[in-house]
């Protein structure tokens, strides 16, 4: 009886998938993919169908809460609906009627306590591992013996049957207790990340997280003979999902990490490897500097990617529309002292102090503060962006004849509709404007994630005699984040953390501005920077090897360059 139900569960998780896999296919309107699943479905219930018939009465003395005859009424309507070819009312019978029975009869079959996991896995699974890593497959065999002389692993992991029927697992830290993956469907989410991440224009990939292995097998799916390698550093995670699963057909493909050299992974990275990381695990992760590194980077990855069709339409366009190239701006720049205007709230503390600016320092404000410095009747020598979408904050000033440094992937619109000069600033990180700027024999420059940083990257590389910012509080004033009159000056108070103000005190500051005044702290400090930089801001938070001083004094002259 054990064997046959054992035989039904699992089936049954396989049925399950393929049917959802048939309902996404009806919902996106792919004739070919449904069609190729409608036969996956076809095969998986046949095999589920034949199973049940042997499994039905030990279900029924477990207390089935249906009938055999309810299921075959189910298959009718879903034949008749496939049969008239009503494909949408057939995916929604399967999902409304068919998915629940089986999830019903999942559950049942749990109720009778009998062993899902399959004894031979964890061997089977160690034995193939043993091909390629026979260290880590030792250690993995050794890890109950291990863990219990350090203390009860059944206090740091759980492994717990999700709806569909296969095995999720719960990671305790301390009072903290996470899971790896969906309590529902995660074989599904794990398909839904792998479409996300893969990238048809690579073939090595760089996985952080093993997890329970499903996303790894969905990556593998989309290309067999990608070079794949996981970075596992918990034993503890590989020992349990390697034993309620048969894990073969990944691990002949994969090289596992199991002792991470994370220099070695910085390499690996630098050598064009694709980034994948498995959040939820990077909460295992004991290194806190470690886990904040990749959570920067998968932001800032996440952050792209959900921009990343108006990234590549921006830089099409811009490269067609704008009117040259900012390298052509050196000689303008070159050995002047420069003052670049940020949108942070103290911008209202000193703002009119640059209406007197001295004719030889060049002002570069960001975008944000345009409209707000024309009205002040403030001199401005260049504006610059790298939003994608802020062509608002200059709607209505398209006849200004103030040059614009638009960063590739900035707002179309701008070097479209801007009657004055537009010249184009092409990024590093970003593929398609990078390998245009190299063709032309074009300087790369760093964008650091915002237009504060992408200016000072330009200043140090046009070889500014000095650089000034006002407005870079990279902080909040109460609720404001922006300069009065800016179209986005306040923001809700949720998230911040306190970080070390610029007068000795403490400001709250976003995950976001961090990131920045980290980027700026150590761009400062790579051989091009020969000029001093001077944080002339009234107020927010402190930056790290940044000169303290008044926009007065700097515009005066008194540039002080010791930090």
Not at 374 to 397: C, H, N, R, W
Not at 535 to 544: L, S, V, W, Y
């Amino acid at each position: 009886m054990e064997e046959i139900l054992r035989d039904l569960y699992w089936k049954n998780v396989e049925t399950m998938d393929a049917i959802r896999e048939l309902v996404r296919a009806v919902r996106i309107q792919n004739p070919h993919r449904m069609v190729t699943q409608m036969s996956k479905v076809t095969a998986c219930l046949t095999g589920s169908l034949s199973e049940f018939a042997q499994g039905y009465p030990y279900l029924q003395s477990g207390g089935l809460p249906w009938e055999q005859e309810a299921l075959l009424s189910e298959m009718k309507q879903i034949a008749k609906a496939q049969e008239e070819q009503d494909f949408v009312l057939m995916a929604d019978f399967y999902e409304q009627l068919l998915l629940p029975s089986l999830q019903d009869m999942q559950n049942a079959i749990l109720a009778l306590e009998i062993p899902i996991i399959r004894e031979e896995w964890l061997t089977q699974n160690l034995s193939a591992l043993g091909i390629q890593d026979p260290r880590l497959a030792g250690a993995i065999r050794r890890y109950p013996s291990d863990a219990a002389s350090v203390k009860d692993d059944s206090t740091k992991y759980a492994l717990e049957p999700t709806t569909i029927g296969c095995f999720t697992l719960a990671v305790a830290s301390g009072t903290d207790r996470r899971y790896l993956c969906s309590n529902v469907n995660p074989i599904e989410e794990a398909r839904l990340f792998a479409e996300r991440v893969y990238r048809l224009e690579e073939e090595r990939y760089l996985v952080i997280g093993w997890g329970m292995a499903y996303h790894i097998r969905e990556l593998l799916r989309m290309y067999p003979e990608m070079d794949l390698v996981i970075v596992e550093p918990d034993i503890g995670i590989l020992y349990h999902s390697l034993s309620c699963q048969d894990a073969r057909d990944i691990l002949e493909h994969v090289r596992i990490l199991w002792k991470p050299d994370w220099r070695r992974i910085g390499s690996d990275l630098r050598e064009n490897r694709e980034l994948v990381c498995w959040e939820p695990e990077l909460f295992c992760f004991q290194e806190a500097d470690i886990r904040k590194q990749f959570s920067d980077i998968l932001y800032r990855k996440a952050a792209i990617e959900d921009v990343e069709r108006l990234f590549y339409q921006n830089t099409r366009e811009n490269i067609r529309s704008c009117d040259g190239y900012v390298d052509a701006l050196r000689p303008m720049i070159e050995g002047k002292r420069v003052v670049i205007a940020a949108g942070g709230p103290s911008l209202d503390k000193n703002l009119d102090q640059l209406k007197d600016k001295p004719d030889d320092v060049i002002l570069i404000a960001v975008g944000t503060v345009f409209r707000q410095l024309l009205t002040k009747g403030i001199p401005i020598d260049y504006v610059i962006a790298s939003d994608v979408q802020m062509f608002p904050q200059i709607e209505g000033l398209e006849r200004q004849t103030i040059p614009f440094l638009l960063l590739a992937s900035a707002d179309r619109r701008v070097s479209r509709r801007y009657q004055g000069k537009t010249y184009l600033i092409c990024q590093q990180g970003y593929s398609y404007a990078a390998e245009y700027a190299k063709a032309q024999g074009y300087t790369c420059y760093d964008s650091g994630g915002s237009v504060a940083t992408l200016a000072l990257d330009v200043a140090i590389r046009m070889r500014a005699a000095s650089i000034a910012f006002v407005g870079l509080d990279l902080a909040l004033d109460g609720t404001r984040y922006h300069a009065t009159g800016t179209l986005q000056e306040t923001l809700p108070d949720f998230g911040y953390e306190k970080v070390e103000g610029i007068d000795g005190g403490k400001v709250s500051s976003s995950k976001a501005f961090i990131r920045y005044r980290l980027w700026m702290e150590r761009r400062i400090t790579q051989p091009d920077v020969t000029m001093p930089v001077v944080d002339a801001t009234e107020g927010g938070a402190k930056k790290k090897g940044f000169t303290v001083m008044t926009l007065h004094d700097w515009l005066h002259g008194k540039d002080d360059t010791e930090s």
